[in-house]
């Protein structure tokens, strides 16, 4: 099966630094790729995906409470590629992130069940 969104980036980070995940969709055509809203979701160990950025058509971007002013996220139609830039980050947190695209009810939400296609995961740890 072809796995259409992709994450890389992840890995393992100290406290206070920075990472940028990456979501290539070189699969998907043009058209669809600039018509789907798209968004970062993270999942902790025994937690719900949780919603992080999510970055919409027309360009509107929506943020966690706790992740505004630190992460931003970033869309490159030409190369079919979704960004998370991700500064500051703070320690004892590991979660796979993952990255969703769709055609949403709402603009730039952080709904997960919003989204009908999501990558595999990519996991990250920041350490203290």
């Known amino acids: 099966q072809v796995q259409l969104l992709v994450e890389s980036g992840g890995g393992s980070v100290q406290a206070g630094g920075s990472l940028r995940l990456s979501c290539a969709a070189s699969?998907?055509?043009?058209?669809?790729?600039?018509?789907?809203?798209m968004a970062w979701f993270r999942q902790a160990p025994g937690k719900g995906r949780e919603g992080v950025a999510a970055?919409?058509?027309?360009?509107?971007?929506n943020y966690a409470d706790s992740v505004k002013g630190r992460f931003t996220i970033s869309k490159d139609n030409a190369k079919r590629a979704l960004y998370l830039k991700m500064n500051s980050l703070k320690p004892g947190v590991t979660a796979i992130y993952y990255c969703?695209?769709?055609?949403?009810?709402?603009?730039?939400?952080?709904?997960?069940?919003?989204?009908?296609?999501w990558g595999q995961g990519n996991q990250l740890t920041v350490s203290s």
């Open positions: 969703a695209a769709g055609r949403t009810r709402d603009i730039a939400t952080l709904i997960p069940d919003e989204y009908a296609n």
């Open positions: 699969q998907y055509t043009y058209i669809t790729f600039t018509t789907y809203s």
């Open positions: 970055f919409d058509t027309d360009g509107t971007t």
